[in-house]
């Protein structure tokens, strides 16, 4: 059973956009150690040692994350499909036909 938990991120934000801090890389990964008390040993230890990595980790990536995201702002919203909703399709073709 492993120890740590690693998450590795790379970020490709679009052209232009400003970093977000100094200390803060578009590339980044993390190991997260899942530490077990030698009392709470055992599978039981191992997985609430586990839970509490997977908080942490939680709370790092989206501390970090979400900083990147306000640095992006509205810079991919071009990119998004505009994707008709089912009765705007059924209304447009309705109207053809008249």
Same mark, same amino acid.
């Given at each position: 059973?492993?120890?740590?938990?690693?998450?590795?991120?790379?970020?490709?934000?679009?052209?232009?956009?400003?970093?977000?801090?100094?200390?803060?890389?578009?590339?980044?990964?993390? $190991?997260? &150690?899942? +530490?077990?008390?030698?009392?709470?040993? *055992? @599978?039981?230890?191992?997985?609430?040692?586990?839970?509490?990595?997977?908080?942490?980790?939680?709370?790092?990536?989206?501390?970090?994350?979400?900083?990147?995201?306000?640095?992006?702002?509205?810079? $991919?919203? &071009?990119? +998004?499909?505009?994707?008709?909703?089912? *009765? @705007?399709?059924?209304?447009?073709?309705?109207?053809?036909?008249?």
């Amino acid at each position: 059973m492993s120890r740590a938990i690693t998450i590795t991120y790379d970020l490709r934000p679009p052209a232009g956009t400003p970093s977000p801090g100094a200390c803060l890389s578009s590339t980044k990964s993390h $190991e997260i &150690g899942a +530490e077990v008390v030698k009392d709470d040993g *055992g @599978e039981k230890g191992y997985y609430q040692a586990l839970r509490e990595a997977i908080g942490t980790a939680k709370g790092v990536l989206g501390e970090e994350l979400t900083v990147w995201r306000d640095a992006v702002g509205n810079r $991919e919203q &071009g990119k +998004e499909a505009r994707v008709p909703m089912r *009765g @705007e399709d059924e209304e447009g073709e309705e109207e053809g036909t008249t």
